[in-house]
């Protein structure tokens, strides 16, 4: 597969050549691949958040490249405002950089920003509203008289309205109800799936990301731990937990039962894939 976007060597040193210098990222070997929907994970300090915004440019390297359709973004003559708009990233909790009068002209700041007509905006802004479920009847409104999640959707929806090449969310289910999470996350598949982008989800939670990305990158003390599908990177269970990370709660249960001596597969990561398990050990087939 072709890499989109990659980091060769990539460094950072916060507050360098102060009493404060703190090394986030170490020399970090990357690739995101075209069409691709990546999970990345790793507990609180791993360097996640620092990572993901050198891949737009809104932190320059220390040390090392970052490259998209292999090119440099920082090279000479690179404009990084066109890299921005075509690396779209989705903050932690985006309902709160909301700020114009209506929330289609929220969604809209992006592609007036790229310099397109009337005509070309309304398309996108539809598009992108019908992609994260907001009906037509709430682009009217302001955006401070929506709920939390529809506020959460309409932030994304002004990414997605630029149409970029690589899309990255950084922890988008972060204080959502379950049904809420579920919803959003169907919307981002959804949205990988008809647009085939690149889609690149930073989360915490090991449930959410087993069961929506196709790889795992895995971080930790500022640099990459691991990378594989889902079912290579829990299957390294004992790995996860001593750098401070936890298997989704099902995998856990799969893991103490084959412990107990039941002739069970513990490479499960999902509750489809819990049932399919259960079914095959009492004979009662594959699950539907």
Known sequence: MQAIIKTEGLSYIYGKGTPFESRALNNVDFEAYEGELLGIIGHTGSGKSTFIQHLNGLLKPTKGRVLLSGRDIWADGSDIRQVRFKVGLVFQYPEYQLFEETVFKDIAFGPKN??????????RVLEAADFVGLGKDI????????SGGQKRRAAIA????????????????AGLDP???DALLANIREYHRAKNSTV???THSMEEIARTVDRIVVMNQAG?????????VFSSAPQLEAVG??????????MRLKSMGLPI???????????????SLTGGGTHA
């Open 114 to 123: 790229m310099g397109l007509n009337e005509n070309e905006i309304r398309a």
């Open 139 to 146: 682009l009217d409104k302001s955006p401070f008289e929506l």
């Open 158 to 173: 002004g990414v997605i309205a630029m149409q970029p090449d690589v899309f990255i969310l950084d922890e988008p289910t």
């Open 179 to 181: 049904a809420g999470r």
């Open 200 to 202: 690149i989800l930073v």
């Open 224 to 232: 990459i731990l691991m990378t594989g599908t889902p079912h290579e």
């Open 245 to 254: 990370l936890s298997v989704p709660q099902i995998t856990k249960v799969f």
């Open 265 to 279: 597969n513990a490479s499960v990561y999902t509750t489809e894939q819990a049932v399919d398990a259960v079914l």
